[in-house]
């Protein structure tokens, strides 16, 4: 119920402030707009204004299938306007105003996605410490020289370095590094004294897919966290064994157990072979034998125990001042916009996976776990979502508001407006071509919840 409720509240926002944004210019410059719709279909709800504002008569409407809007303008070609109200037509407009128009949408969602940055910045959210796991052997960061338990203070790129906040922090910076084949300077060292630089290569790596492989790839998968069983399932291998909440995990066989990290590697890459643990429990050792479960993931058959592995990371709150918040707000959108870019681009050439794209299906499921984590995580996943609508709408396809912006583009350039033949040629291939991106999206939501 939480993760339905989410989803309409995140697309109710978002289309709302799209299509507002459309609305707000539009009467700024003196555009008649006839309707402002919140979805499409069965209208459930239809209201209008006692008192309108001056030339205009909107009437406001929500749509009983939530996925979409729209703002419906005065205009000459779609039906017959009175000649005292051709003034009021979209279609009468000089080129700046009706490209005003188109571009408010996209843009309103990326000013929304600054005020949600800003907000998260001011109220603070907790995030794990930038203390690092033992990285995976053989990674990337195994060969720059991480061993496990390093705090980094700072990272960035060309020499540029910058504190990190968090863990999330330095994820990102080394996700941003990897997509774009950056090498991301790390400074490693205690709290307020510098320490030593390293170097984490990831121009070494060509990644398609932003994912869990390519952080396995990197070496850097998690926080540093105790080497505890969490909760266990009934009928598991850890229930099977004798495992219990609490328990702190010493050794297996030959390996010493340092971190939970580790612990998790051990468990992954055992396959189904029983092996002798010792854990501490209570102040006492104990000897039991584990033999994991074999769970198919990514095409390979990896071990699994049926037990949350590993406690809680060490937490920080991340707080910034009123100036800072509202700057890194709008650093965040700029960071993520680009990204964004970058990512549309790489898949149009074939060097980044159609996998990326997701449906509703994802964020549908993103805005149920966002939600349950707290005010901070969803406000967050808004941005994001935010972000990428603004961005997608942008896009250069006839079908959207970037497609729109191209006509102007061309009318400014060449004097004339785009026929109607070829109008109509656009339109049918950018609906073609937005048909195929949302089977694939549909496609990949399936695939990677049901899958």
Known sequence: MLTVVAFIVALGVLIAVHEYGHYRVAVACGVRV????????????RWKPKRPRAGQDTEFVIGAF???????????????????????AFNTQPLRYRAAIVAAGPIANLLLAIVLYTAVNWIGVKEPRALLAQPVAGSLAQQAGLTGGELVTRAGFDGELEAVQS?????????????????LTLEIGADGRPGRELVLPLSRIAVKDADAQMFRRIGVMSPLTRAEIGEVMAGGAADRAGLRPGDRVRSIGAASV??????????????????????????????????????????????RIGAYVGSPPEMVLVRHGVVDGVWRGVVRTWEV????????????????SLKNLSGPLTIADYAGKSASLGLTQYLV???????????LNLMPLPVLDGGHLMYYLWEGLTGKSVSDAWMDRLQRGGVALLLIMMSIALFNDVNRLFG
């Open 167 to 183: 863990f999330e922090d330095l994820r990102w910076r080394i996700t941003r590094g990897a997509l774009d084949g950056r090498d």
């Open 34 to 45: 006839l309707r402002f719709s919140i979805g499409f279909g069965h209208t459930l709800w």
């Open 337 to 352: 916009s680009l990204l964004t870019v970058r990512m549309m681009g790489k898949m149009l050439i074939g060097e980044a």
């Open 258 to 303: 340092i971190d939970g990290q580790q612990l998790r590697e051990l468990i992954r890459t055992s396959g189904d072979r029983t092996q002798s643990w010792i854990v501490d429990r209570e102040g006492r050792a104990i000897a039991l034998e584990v033999r994991p479960d074999l769970r198919e993931e990514g095409g390979a058959k990896v071990g």
């Open 381 to 391: 996943f808004l941005a994001l979502i935010s972000v990428s609508l603004g961005v």
């Open 66 to 88: 939530p996925l979409g809007g729209y703002v419906k303008m005065l205009d000459e070609r779609e039906a017959p306007v009175e000649p005292e109200e051709r003034h009021r």
